[in-house]
């Protein structure tokens, strides 16, 4: 069983910037390709950008291409999200996300294992 452990959410104003990080139990952790999905009060988990194993793939939603970079430190067993330029619509809960295959991927039923989440509140 994979324990995933988000942290670094917290509030910040319109602009700023907050990096998320994701610790994974399993030594096997740097197999596993990584995603990070969110979701807002009232809508569906959606994608927010994921890496494979080796970090040399990754992908983007469209609504933070450009402001978000996605990393991994694999002798760490962690992943992490750096979050640039950050807007009010980016206010969710961000959950880290674990894929028992080195292939990233955007689609949510393809990930294994969650983390319970870590809030992120942009004001305006």
């Known amino acids: 069983q994979v324990q995933l452990v988000e942290s670094g959410g917290g509030l910040v104003q319109a602009g700023g910037s907050l990096r998320l990080s994701c610790a994974a139990s399993?030594?096997?952790?740097?197999?596993?390709?990584m995603g990070w999905f969110r979701q807002a009060p009232g809508k569906e988990r959606e994608f927010v950008a994921a890496?494979?194993?080796?970090?040399?793939?990754?992908y983007y939603a469209d609504s933070v291409k450009g402001r978000f970079t996605i990393s991994r430190d694999n002798g760490k067993n962690t992943v992490y999200l750096q979050m640039n330029s950050l807007k009010p619509e980016d206010t969710a809960d961000y959950y880290c996300?674990?894929?028992?295959?080195?292939?990233?991927?955007?689609?949510?039923?393809?990930?294994?294992?969650w983390g319970r989440g870590t809030q992120v509140t942009v004001s305006s």
């Open positions: 996300a674990a894929r028992t295959s080195p292939t990233a991927t955007t689609r949510r039923v393809q990930y294994d294992y």
């Open positions: 890496i494979s194993w080796s970090g040399g793939v990754t």
């Open positions: 399993e030594r096997t952790f740097s197999m596993f390709a």
